[in-house]
């Protein structure tokens, strides 16, 4: 992949991770603490119910032992019904409270997944660009779907479970010593032999549930981005190479989750085995004392039923903290996101619109590089007069594109400023600054949804007679209503229901409608016909005047009319001058100039 996702936050900042959870919890306070009173409530109801059922029992031994001693009607059949009746009605009122309990913490974790992307929504719009460069798409929307929807189920599971469990434990223990404390010792004994291993088994996985997560991230980037290069891929038989790297990140994913999986999957039957041990333990030992009178047939069925109810909470327990584990790493990946590093906005001084923008810009003594200590414009210094119109050529790599980044505030400076008409950038928010500008890219990006709809972004709030207008203007309106349903027919997920011509016609009258007062053109007609080219450039003539205009181009004819040619190499400027100066001077642009139209297989960047 084009860029590699880092590994999730080390488990020292698994506090940290929990008490930014806690805070995403904290809102439904009210809602947890019901959850936890309906889990308590129906525990109590089936704890009680071997106890009360034991008193039947009891009746019926007595009874049985009556009859053997020759009563008639020994065994109170009424008494013993009546029990069973009320365990009937213990038993469903607390079926009736876990109902409720799972809704409630059901409609809990769906909020708080809510919570989440939007959270990790609106903090994609306030990262900087640098943040993109070096991930992969794929995996912040891993972050953003396969994360949050672990975090949702994990949550509303180990909640409910941690809840009900933690009640059942008590309440049995309580119920056990009831009816005797050297069984229930015996009991208790088993839990922290269970939980040793458990402890070893959590320690031993939790590595592997978090590169799991983080795999399924690189797989996803690795899928995000074959698909969207579909056919360059196919175009340059690429689909074995695509497969190999796709095998390659699928098995670290399938070896981690396997891994963890089995660790994981080890805990259940390790605690059953010990659990019953302990079961037999207790079988052995409650039979010689029911043998001896000391405690009831009626009580010896309850306690058995008790230690089952006490085992298979801690059982669910050591299963649940497979889930946990699940949340710990996805909640990593997502709050390691959200806790990245925003673009910072200084202080203030002014609004743009109070600085009566013209459009004269000043770039002095600029410095800039994408990684520190690896520089790509080193000293650049420019005066550009409002209206103006500047072409900015160069091969590629020596830093053209850059500087429009920069001047959009997509990135910021290691040193020295840009001014506008005498105010310095860092004095305006990047929104206000980016309103007056006007960009038409080399890489179209157009949305899922209607023709006129893709160019009003450029102007949310223009009438449909500005739309047309503009379009007339791009030179686009003449193709739009060729097509079925015109301005109202709908582009596909992935534009791909136009051409690539079209989308940058589209781009164009985006901008148009912008009404910019600087324009910033990143070849923008590269990927038109010669024809279509001449008709986008009188619209861009047209657009240009009175504008400062910014033009990037590879194809040399399109810059011949620019006020000023700027000629950059290894992020400096190596020439500067109109075109019939830079000519005469048979310098760094004549040769760029003319090996283009000598040899026109050859481009310049």
């Not at 520089?375 to 900015?392: C, E, H, M, T, Y």
Request: a neutral charge; glycine letters at 8%.
């Amino acid at each position: 992949m084009s860029k590699t996702s880092h590994h999730p936050t080390s488990a020292k900042d698994f506090k940290a991770g929990m008490m930014m959870l806690l805070s995403y919890l904290s809102p439904f306070r009210w809602r947890l603490a019901a959850v936890a009173f309906l889990a308590v409530g129906a525990t109590l109801f089936n704890i009680v119910g071997p106890k009360i059922l034991a008193t039947a029992i009891d009746e019926l031994v007595a009874g049985i032992s009556r009859t053997m001693q020759g009563e008639s009607h020994a065994i109170d059949f009424h008494f013993i019904g009546m029990i069973i009746i009320f365990l009937a009605g213990l038993y469903l009122l607390g079926a009736m409270f876990s109902y409720i309990q799972g809704h409630v913490m059901a409609d809990v974790a769906t909020k708080i997944s809510y919570s989440l992307r939007n959270a990790v929504m609106n903090k994609i719009n306030r990262m900087p660009l640098g943040y993109f460069h070096r991930n992969s798409q794929g995996d912040v929307l891993s972050r953003m779907t396969n994360d949050v929807d672990t975090m949702e189920q994990s949550l509303s599971q180990i909640i409910t479970q941690l809840l009900t469990s933690l009640a059942t434990v008590i309440g049995v223990v309580v119920m056990m010593l009831t009816i005797n404390w050297q069984l229930t010792l015996i009991a208790i004994v088993m839990v922290p032999v269970s939980m040793v291993f458990v402890m070893v088994l959590v320690r031993v996985s939790q590595k592997h549930f978090r590169n799991q997560q983080h795999f399924l991230g690189r797989v996803n980037g690795h899928v995000e981005e074959m698909y969207g290069g579909h056919m360059v891929m196919k175009a340059f038989n690429g689909e074995k190479k695509a497969l190999e790297q796709f095998d390659r990140e699928n098995g670290e994913l399938a070896a981690h989750a396997k891994k963890a999986e089995f660790f994981s999957g080890l805990m259940m039957p390790i605690t059953m085995i010990i659990s019953n041990l302990g079961y037999v333990v207790i079988c052995i030992v409650g039979g010689t004392m029911a043998a001896n009178g000391r405690v009831s047939i009626g009580d010896i069925q309850a306690f058995i039923q008790y230690v089952r109810n006490f085992t298979q909470p801690i059982m669910q327990m050591a299963n649940m903290s497979s889930q946990f584990q699940r949340l710990v790493a996805a909640s990593e990946r997502v709050f390691d996101f959200l806790n990245q590093e925003e673009e910072a906005e200084d202080e203030l001084s002014s609004t743009i619109d109070q600085a009566l923008i013209h459009g004269h810009i000043r770039f002095e003594h600029m410095k800039f590089g994408y990684e520190k200590g690896n520089p790509i414009i080193k000293d650049f210094s420019l005066d550009v007069k409002p209206g103006q119109r500047v072409a900015i050529v160069g091969p590629t790599g020596a830093g053209k594109t850059t500087i429009v980044k920069l001047l959009m505030r997509f990135y910021d400076l290691d040193g020295g400023r840009i001014l506008i008409d005498g105010h310095d950038l860092t004095a305006f928010k990047r929104q206000d600054i980016r309103s007056k500008f006007g960009m038409v890219l080399q890489d179209t990006w157009l949305f899922n949804g209607t023709i006129m709809d893709n160019i009003r972004y450029g102007s949310l709030n223009a009438s449909d007679n500005a739309v047309f207008k503009a379009a007339m203007e791009a030179q686009v309106d003449h193709f739009v209503r060729t097509l079925p349903e015109g301005y109202r027919m709908e582009l596909n997920e992935e534009t791909s229901n136009v051409s690539q011509g079209q989308k940058q016609l589209l781009t164009i009258a985006r901008a148009i409608l912008a009404n910019p007062k600087v324009l910033i053109l990143d070849e923008a007609t590269s990927s038109v016909d010669t024809r279509t080219e001449i008709l986008i450039q009188k619209a861009m003539d047209k657009l240009m005047e009175g504008r400062t205009s910014f033009i990037i181009a590879h194809r040399l004819s399109t810059v011949r009319n620019a006020d000023m040619i700027l000629c950059m190499d290894q992020g400096d400027i190596v020439e500067q001058g109109t075109h019939d100066e830079l000519i005469r001077k048979g310098g760094f642009y004549a040769n760029l100039y003319n090996s283009q139209f000598d040899q026109p297989e050859v481009v310049a960047g």
